[in-house]
C-alpha cells in the first residue's frame, strides 16, 4: 500500500526520498528546501501552496531516473548554467518512463526540463522562464525533447530562454495550448515524425515555429505573430498538414523551403513584410483556402517556373485586380504573385510610396497582357474574391518587435 509522507518546513528532502518506498507520495509544504535532488524510485513530490526547491545555482535542481515519478505543484529554482553538464530545473534521464510535471514554477534555471530517451512523458501546464540576463546563445532551451515517444506538452506558458520548446528525434507527440514567447525561437523541431501541433502562441521569438527534416506533422490553429523573422518555417518536410492558423506581424509569416506533398489550407497570412517566402523546389504542394490579406508583399518566389496554387477552393489576395463576372466568389482573371510591379518593388524600395496610384495599378494590369514582361511566379487561376476569416482586420495591427 502506497504511503503519504508529509516534510517538515525546510526539512532536508533528499533522505525522505531516500526511505520511501516505490509508489509513495511526499508532500512538501510551503518553505523553502535544497535542491539538487535524486529521484530514483517511483514517487510522486507534491507541493502544498507553492514550496520552494533551489539548487543554489549548482547542478540540476531535481533529476529523474526512476519510472512513473510526478512532480507537481512546486517552485523548481536555480540551476547550474554549464551546458556542457546540460543543468536543469528537471532532467528526466533515458527510462523514466511516464514522468509527469504538472503545475509548477520552473525558474531562472538554464534549462527548464530536459528529457532524454523517456517514453509517455507529460509536462502540463507549468511556468518556465531560463536566466535571463544570459545571451540567447548561453541560455538552455525550455522544454529539450531528445529521442522520445509519446510525450504530452500541454498548456505551459515558457519564456526567455534558447529555444521554448526543443524537438530532436521524437514522434508520436502531442504539443498544445502552449504560449512561447521571448525566446529565439517558440518551437525549433528536427528530425521528429507523427506529431501535432495545435492551439499554441508563438510570439516577439525571432522565429515562432521550425519545423525542420520532418513529416507527417499536423500543424493547426496556432498563432504566430509579432516574430522577428518567421512566423511558421517548414523546410524540408513532407507529408505534412498545416491549416487553420494565423500568421501575422512577423518579418516573413511562412517561410517555405524544399517542401512536398504538403496541405496548406485555412491558413490567414496577414500583415506580414512578407507574406509567404517561397524557395528551393517547394512543389507537388496543395496551398488553397488561404487568406493573404495586407502583407506588404504577398509572395516572394524565385524559381524558373510558375508554382500553381489554389487548387478546388482558390485562395483570397487582398491585391487582386481582378473580377467575377458571374458571381460564383471567384475571380475570372488569375492571380499572379511575381508580377512586374512586384519586381520593382524589391530592385526599388521607394516604389511603395506610389503603390496606391492609378499609374501603379496600370502598369500592372498591362504586365499581365504582355507575357514577355513576366517571370516565373505563384499563380492562383480563379482566387477567392473574399476572404474566409471575418475576423482578420485585428491582426493587421500585431508589429514584430523590431518594430
Known amino acids: 500500500m502506497a504511503a503519504t509522507l508529509t516534510a517538515q518546513p525546510g526539512q532536508a528532502l533528499q533522505p525522505l526520498i531516500d526511505q520511501a518506498a516505490p509508489g509513495d507520495v511526499l508532500v512538501i509544504p510551503r518553505g523553502q528546501y535544497a535542491g539538487n535532488l535524486l529521484v530514483d524510485k517511483p514517487l510522486t513530490l507534491r507541493g502544498s501552496d507553492h514550496p520552494t526547491i533551489s539548487a543554489a545555482n549548482q547542478g540540476d535542481v531535481i533529476r529523474v531516473t526512476a519510472p512513473d515519478v510526478t512532480i507537481e505543484g512546486l517552485i523548481v529554482r536555480d540551476s547550474g548554467a554549464d551546458l556542457n553538464a546540460q543543468n536543469a530545473g528537471i532532467y528526466i534521464r533515458p527510462g523514466a518512463h511516464r514522468a509527469v510535471v504538472r503545475r509548477c514554477d520552473i525558474v531562472y534555471t538554464l534549462f527548464g526540463l530536459w528529457i532524454e530517451k523517456a517514453n509517455d512523458v507529460r509536462v502540463e501546464n507549468n511556468l518556465i522562464t531560463g536566466k535571463r540576463e544570459l545571451n540567447s546563445a548561453q541560455r538552455g532551451n525550455g522544454v529539450q525533447l531528445y529521442n522520445t515517444n509519446g510525450a504530452q506538452i500541454v498548456g505551459n506558458h515558457i519564456s526567455f530562454v534558447r529555444d521554448a520548446l526543443y524537438v530532436d528525434v521524437s514522434h508520436h507527440a502531442l504539443f498544445r495550448g502552449n504560449r512561447l514567447h521571448h525566446s529565439r525561437y517558440g518551437t525549433h523541431y528536427m528530425n521528429s515524425y507523427y506529431n501535432v501541433w495545435e492551439d499554441n502562441d508563438s510570439y516577439f521569438n525571432r522565429g515562432g515555429l521550425a519545423l525542420m527534416e520532418v513529416r507527417d506533422q499536423v500543424v493547426r490553429r496556432n498563432r504566430a505573430w509579432g516574430n522577428t523573422d518567421h512566423g511558421i518555417m517548414l523546410r524540408s518536410i513532407q507529408d505534412s498538414v498545416v491549416e487553420d492558423n494565423v500568421v501575422a506581424g512577423n518579418v516573413r ?151
Open 253 to 403: 509569416g511562412f517561410f517555405i523551403y524544399d517542401v512536398e506533398y504538403t496541405k496548406l489550407r485555412g491558413n490567414l497570412v496577414a500583415g506580414n513584410r512578407v507574406g509567404v517566402h517561397l524557395a528551393a523546389g517547394s512543389t507537388r504542394n496543395v496551398v488553397e483556402g488561404n487568406d493573404f490579406i495586407g502583407n506588404r508583399e504577398q509572395v516572394r518566389y524565385v524559381g524558373t517556373r510558375d508554382e500553381v496554387w489554389g487548387g478546388a477552393a482558390g485562395n483570397h489576395w487582398s491585391n487582386y485586380l481582378g473580377w467575377d463576372r458571374d458571381g460564383d466568389g471567384r475571380g475570372d482573371v488569375r492571380y499572379e504573385a511575381n508580377d512586374l510591379v512586384d519586381r520593382l518593388v524589391w530592385r526599388h524600395p521607394a516604389v511603395k510610396l506610389l503603390m496606391a496610384s492609378p499609374a501603379v495599378q496600370a502598369l500592372r494590369l498591362v504586365a499581365q497582357q504582355f507575357p514577355l514582361l513576366r517571370v516565373p511566379s505563384v499563380v492562383d487561376a480563379h482566387p477567392r474574391m473574399k476572404p474566409g476569416h471575418a475576423d482578420w482586420a485585428p491582426w493587421l495591427g500585431r508589429q514584430t518587435v523590431a518594430d
